[in-house]
C-alpha cells in the first residue's frame, strides 16, 4: 500500500524555481543581500513522496536527526538517537552561519 501523498502546489513552487533563476536575494555577512540566481538544480520541483527519491530521503534523515538532537524522545534514548546528527560533522556546511557551531541557519 503506498503511503498518502502530501499536497503541495507544484505550479506555484515551479514558477517561484522560474524567478530565482533570475532574482534570489541572497543575505551576506560582509555587505547587503545581492544577487545570486539559481543556475542548478538537484531535482525537479515535482510533488512526490521521499520514498521516490534518495535525495529526499538523504534530507528527511538529516532533519529528524537535527529534530531529535534538539527535541530528544526518552524512549529512543537507549539507542543514543540524538548523537547521531553530530556524526554529520564532516560533511556539514558550517560557513553557512556563524552562530550556530554546525552551521545551521535560523530564523
Known sequence: MLPNLEV??????MALQRKMRIYN???SHF????NAPIDNVI???F????YHS???QSVDLVAHLLYRKEYPKGSLK???IEHLFEKLEPIL???ASRSDEFGIVRK
Open 8 to 13: 503541495t502546489d507544484s505550479l506555484k513552487l
Open 25 to 27: 536575494p541572497t543575505p
Open 31 to 34: 555587505s547587503e543581500p545581492y
Open 43 to 45: 531535482e525537479d520541483t
Open 47 to 50: 510533488s512526490r513522496s521521499s
Open 54 to 56: 534518495y535525495f529526499l
Open 78 to 80: 537507549k539507542f543514543g
Open 93 to 95: 556546511l558550517k560557513q
